[in-house]
């Protein structure tokens, strides 16, 4: 598929959750992570959302959160994922960071260069990727 959200995970459906006007999904990715997504129920309906169902999730790179340590707080955003910074494009204003996930998907995520340097990010470090579920999208084959 082709789009402009650089962040496209291809996983099965593990569990779905209807509400009366949401929905939940649990996407498992090849590598045992899970991704949370919060669409309509309308939009679970449309497009069939089920168990063992194949789907792609979409985020958007400024919608991804870089975290190096929590300081001993929790977040409320359902998808933390762990991982290592792998690149790092800097721009004039803000830089593409790279982040290799343990099953080999990667997730790009574009911070000011003033976060980069607040945290300090640089190539082989560990990070977590931050996001909520309603920042993803689904998509399934026709």
Sequence with gaps: MKASAR???TG???????GVV???????????ET??????????????????????ALVKAPQIIIITDFGGYRLSARNQLQ???TQ???????TEVVIALKGGEQVAATVTNDSVEALGLRQG?????VFKAAAVILAVAD
């Design 7 to 9: 962040n496209q995970f």
């Design 83 to 85: 991982g290592m910074v």
């Design 12 to 18: 099965t459906v593990t569990e779905v959750r209807i």
């Design 125 to 129: 470090q560990q990070a977590t990727v």
């Design 35 to 56: 991704i949370v997504a919060a669409i309509t129920r309308e939009s679970a309906e449309t497009l069939a959302i089920k168990t063992d169902l194949e789907v792609i």
């Design 22 to 32: 949401n929905a939940e999904v649990h996407i498992g990715l090849k590598g045992g």
């Design 88 to 94: 790092l494009k800097s721009g004039a204003v803000s």
